[in-house]
């Protein structure tokens, strides 16, 4: 009955001293997945989504500015992002920062449209620093309140929290004494778990106080004391934590992904009609083409989908790229006439044109109109990666440029240090030059006419031979490395066009400042400060950021019907069907011609949309795929066969 | 229920009694490398002669091997010891997925923004310091004004350790108007003495006298070369004593060398190794296992060791003191102090290097 007495203390301390409520831990985290859900931007989550606006403008600025590519070995994730806001934000209570930590684990699933994930919890670095900062604390708070009581009893400290202990005095010190006084009120839980094992408790402190260990061998045996009473309290508060992840994620998985669900219609329509309506499969196919259109224009949200995404994306880049080069060696094979070799070129320059032309100018999102990001973390960040960061593209090529100049500073003053230094004191050695006058405006070298005579010659000879030999050296090396100097030089101001491109006066000033610092840093650059300075100042600013087609959610589903409608006509010999989906080509080149009230940007995939509202679209675009839709239909569709 | 419940208590205490376990992982080079992975191991074999733990080795054979192999640690050990830094992405992936065991990074760091968790502790090393100075004697005791430096891979640690190599001669150039000249390659693995040997001898016949490694299991074969090469020159046999070697070197006033890394190196080929760079890769597994058998006081985070904290250095060269003039230890002696005080900073970059001079340095003797 002890024995389980014992076991529900140790379940009450552990609970207590997790001093946090799990019921409202829960409760905090289905607030917060269901304010996401419902969107609504002005309560618990306000600064939460503000951040995450700034998250996409922070990628949006920086794909703009340095590409996609992450030129470190270890890339940074969105999990350290998302962990960023987390500590940007300020909590009334632990219980609502570890929902909030498992809530961004929600968010991070959501973005990559994949289900949470014990392994994806655990390594979201808000979440694990949450966790372990109140398991650590919980752990230093029971070690200090214990070990206090210990060091009392020893007589190596003089007050205790606990004092109804036995007195077992040691001649010892402590290394740490601090780890042995416990500063706050006694706590009642921790009394009663040395009064419920006092006996062995002060048996333990005994045996320890009659053993020679001091310094921190006896803390050692302190610390071991209290945790062999603290073993089980650490096990009920990881159980604790455990299960509570455990919430997190069933909590999380409630959603059903309806988009998966229509593969699995489609299929097993698909078998039905195989087997017992084979004559209706072309109507089978002509309903399910329609079907996904429908799906695509009304449902599809592309940064969640992935399995959509991912099985129009490699079906349609494969099938478009294998149409365009066919249809490009069209152009050179024989028996064609002009008009069919200019009717295939235009078809694939159309669908080149299609993919690289600009279509949308947004206006509303360029960084100087974008206020609430400006002093960001996030702007930090893109400070971070432009130039600050050893791996940003600005850093990494003022650093070899830096080196190459410090390369050639050293060869230089080697040359002249060492090297002919060297030969002049070899010409003084072998008794030619006497002396060596430098004045202000006049160098004299007092020569000895004895060693110039012709019985040194083959000294002369050879000391010349040396000497030049250098100078060549030295001179092939120089001019070598001119040229990867040059190298360096252009491709700095390749990547600081690009990012003054998009960069208001504010961030142009913050990205100067991290760049003058090279120049600070060392003289060595010195003779390019100029040169940097007239040509940043020369970089005119964009006022509108230029998007293709597939930058944007609206864009990208007119570019999968468009072209998902072309794979279909070209496969299927069928002509209603080709009539069908040449309709449905036309359909999404209409759409073109639609300007939505908001454009969804994809500012990268797996990372939050960003909305503009002030745009232009260009019509050419178009223009090129209705033109592209009807040569195809004529060149290759109906009227030919 | 009273005799389920005594026993599941007894069992709790047993289980909680069992001796504290530390399990290293190797990286690719393996144990056997007499270089990192050994280093390491006997801080690792220190720790369970003096804090009587249990220990195990899990060797890495592959890179893909790190994750499993951490995991398979993990899952029963106390605390666990990731070596080198190519296991720093596979660390920071394991050890949230283990809150209660401790893990111990030898030369791994975070990545830039990146949170280490509170059950990681990071060693990292200034190995620039230690290698300073193996530049600086190879520079002095060179006969041919050329030198060497075979490299495993492009890594940071590895880098700095060339740097710092690469310092120590131009500071030796620079403080003593000379013109020593370091010929450099990578071998592109640290488990390939073969590719090692090969390199050393390309810069043995390209008027190389001594060849500094860093290169892991590879730099093997450096010290390989050296030997032999040295013993080609002096006419020895391979097992010729020291005192025949010593002895050839002085009649001879030259010879060839390797210098090794990580560990002392120098038995491996007495008298033909001139000294080694040491990283005390022994001493932070050492330090971290028994700070992580502690309840309190694990070193988190990142901790740097360097020369003022003895983390790195010299070995103490007991077989070829006698090769080097007293003036140069002399000087060296008084550089270190430069560095120990915060006078001196060794560069770690080649950006760093670049702009490095000390030429203003005059010795107080």
Partial sequence: MKKLLLLSLLLIISITLLSFDVDLVKSHYKTFINEYEENNREEVLKVFFDEMDNLGLYRFYRNKMIGTAEFSD??????????????????????????????????????????????????????????QKYIQEMQEDSLTYLGNVIAYSLGLVEDSPYKDIKKFPMNARLTSPSWYLYLDEPSD?????????????????????????????????????????LTDLNYYANLNIENLRIFFIEESSKKFNFSLLRFLVYLIAGIIVFIFAKKYLKFYIIGLYGLEIIYFLFFFDISRDIISSFVYGSIIVL???LFGIITLLRVFSRNKNILQRLSDLFVFLGIVLILILPTYQIIDLTIDKTNEFKNTYFENQLLND?????????????????????????????????????????????????????????????????????????????????YSENIKRILRASKFREGFIENEVKDIKKEIENIFRYSDSDFRKKFNAEF?????????????????????????????????LYNTGHG????????????????????????VTFIGMLFASFLMFIKPTYLDILSEVRYPIIYSSDYTSSLIVGLIMITLSLTIYFRRGGIRK | MKKILTVLLVLTFVLSSFAFKATMITDVGGLGDKSFNDGTWAGVVRAREELGIDIEIIISTEQT????????????????????????????????????????????????????????????????????????????????????????????????????????VAAYNQIHNTNVQVLRSYAGAFDNPATGKRMAEA?????????????????????????EKGASFYGLSQNAPLTAIIEAFYKNDAGFFAIGVDVDQDYMAPGYVLTSGMKRVDEAAFRGISTARRARGFETGVNILDLAQQGVGMSPMMYTKGLVPNRVFAEMEYLEKLIVEGKLVIPENATQLGTFNVSGIVFPF
């Avoid at chain 1, 419920?196 to 408790?201: R, S, T, V």
């Avoid at chain 2, 490694?213 to 590879?218: D, F, L, Q, S, V």
Wanted: glycine content about 6%.
């Fill in chain 1, 74 to 131: 270890r890339p940074t994730s969105i999990q350290t992002y998302l962990s960023r806001i987390h500590q940007n934000m300020k909590f009334k209570s632990i219980e609502e920062e570890m929902a909030f930590s498992a809530f961004l684990v929600y968010v991070q699933s959501e973005l990559s449209g994949t289900r949470m994930t014990l392994e994806r919890l655990r390594s979201m670095p808000a979440h694990f620093t949450t966790v």
């Fill in chain 1, 189 to 229: 839980v921790f009394d009663e778990l040395i009064k419920e094992n006092k006996e062995e408790f002060e048996k333990m402190i005994e045996d320890l106080s009659k053993t020679r260990l001091t310094g921190s061998n006896l803390e050692f045996e302190i610390d071991g004391i209290s945790e062999h009473f």
């Fill in chain 1, 319 to 321: 099938s478009v790229f």
């Fill in chain 1, 386 to 466: 432009t130039i600050i960061y050893q791996h940003a593209k600005v850093n990494r090529h003022i650093n070899v440029l830096k080196s190459l100049l410090g390369t050639e500073y050293s060869e230089i003053n080697s040359f002249y240090s060492a090297r002919t230094s060297r030969y002049i004191q070899d010409n003084i050695n072998a008794g030619i030059f006497d002396s060596i006058n430098i004045q202000s405006n006049n160098v004299r070298i007092n020569l000895n006419r004895d060693g110039l005579l012709y019985s040194n010659v083959d000294f002369h000879r050879q000391s010349l031979e040396n």
């Fill in chain 1, 516 to 548: 003058d610092k090279f120049f600070a840093a060392s003289d060595l650059l010195e003779g390019y400060k100029n040169d940097f300075e007239s040509f940043k100042n020369d970089i005119e600013y964009s006022e509108k950021i230029p998007l293709n």
């Fill in chain 1, 556 to 579: 990208t589903k007119i570019l999968v019907i468009f072209f998902f409608s072309l794979i279909l006509f070209i496969i299927f010999e069928n002509k209603k069907f080709k009539f």
């Fill in chain 2, 65 to 168: 091997d790190y994750v499993a192999n951490l995991q398979r640690a993990a899952q029963n050990s106390d605390v666990v010891l990731a070596v080198g830094f190519l296991m720093a992405d596979a660390l920071f992936n394991v050890a949230p997925q283990f809150p209660n065991v401790r893990f111990i990074g030898i030369d791994i760091g975070p990545s830039e923004g990146q949170t280490v968790p509170t059950n990681i502790a990071l060693y990292l090393f200034k190995e620039q310091e230690a290698t300073f100075f193996t530049g600086y004697l190879a520079a002095a005791t060179t006969r041919t004004e050329k030198v060497g430096y075979v490299g495993g891979m492009e890594i940071p640690p590895v880098i700095r350790l060339e740097m710092g190599y690469r310092a120590g």
């Fill in chain 2, 203 to 227: 810069q043995f016949n390209q008027g190389a006298d001594i060849i500094f490694h860093a290169a892991g299991a590879t730099g093997n074969g450096v010290i390989d070369a050296a030997r």
